[in-house]
């Protein structure tokens, strides 16, 4: 077998759910608003890692660090990251750059008297919408979200602005790695191909997004292995099943099946798309 599935990890949140929906199951009575669930990868160096986010309050206001200003803190990497939206109440949003560019003197007053909150983008969301978030971007998700993020693997967050709740801000580490500036979207996503769309071709990894029905071995680099995310329906993966919900990673060559009207995610490393991959372009 070439490919594992990942296993689970729940985080609370004060901003989590306790109804988190088909795949995950309801949190249990009496246990605190689950926020996120990890794919824990069980290799020190992997590079990316995928989470499903589920919201019922904004998150702070906040930002990562890149890979040069996270080594000086002594962590391997920084964090560029992506969120796919699954699901959206009405009016949901997130707040993704500043309106204007900010000075950082501009920034630390803003965070600190809470007109932050009024100075970054917030963005109209839906189901299907995809974000790249890249290192010093200031951003923010908000409330009555279901999405799916991969990022960079680590967990470094600084906090510029929590709404007044009791959590720790780290306003010098973070305005120093910020860029306040207007968010500017990258041009994609673009086809390549009937049935293999790029949704982001980043600094830091590249996210597909695979239509089936497909089947058939797929060439996997052991170099830049292949996180597998079935968004809708399911397949098999070296003959293991797998559906929404799951996490799957491949390091060598794995033969894919993917259902009629299945989508499925395939995150990888590297700012490259990579040529050769099952469905050709």
């Not at 995928?50 to 998150?59: I, N």
């Not at 470094?156 to 790695?177: C, F, M, Q, S, W």
């Not at 982001?200 to 996180?227: C, I, M, N, T, Y």
């Amino acid at each position: 077998m070439t490919a594992t599935r990942l296993e689970t990890h729940r985080v609370d949140k004060v901003w989590g759910r306790y109804h988190l929906g088909p795949g995950f199951g309801d949190v249990a009575p009496g246990g605190a608003p689950v926020g996120e669930i990890w794919f824990q990868d069980d290799r020190d160096d992997a590079e990316l890692l995928v989470k499903y986010l589920f919201t019922s309050e904004k998150l702070s206001i906040q930002v990562h660090p890149d890979d040069e200003a996270a080594r000086t803190h002594g962590y391997p990497r920084g964090k560029d990251e992506a969120w796919l939206i699954l699901d959206a109440d009405p009016g949901a949003t997130i707040a993704i750059g500043t309106r204007e560019v900010m000075t950082a003197d501009e920034l630390r007053a803003a965070a600190l008297d809470g007109t932050i909150e009024d100075l970054v983008d917030w963005k109209a969301v839906k189901a299907g919408d995809v974000f790249y978030s890249p290192a010093g971007t200031i951003h923010a998700i908000g409330a009555g979200l279901t999405l799916i993020e991969v990022q960079q693997n680590i967990d470094l967050t600084y906090r510029l602005y929590d709404y007044g709740r009791p959590r720790e801000l780290h306003l010098d580490d973070g305005i120093a790695v910020s860029k306040p500036v207007p968010y500017v979207a990258p041009t994609v996503p673009r086809a390549l191909g009937d049935r293999r769309t790029i949704l982001v071709e980043g600094a830091k990894f590249v996210l597909e997004h695979w239509r089936g029905p497909l089947s058939g071995p797929v060439a996997v680099d052991p170099a830049r292995p292949l996180w597998l995310i079935p968004v809708i329906g399911g397949g098999t993966l070296d003959g293991a099943r797998f559906t929404a919900g799951e996490v799957w990673r491949a390091d060598t060559h794995a033969l894919l099946t993917l259902d009629d009207g299945a989508g499925l995610l395939i995150a990888y490393p590297g700012k490259s798309i990579i040529d050769g991959l099952f469905p050709p372009r």
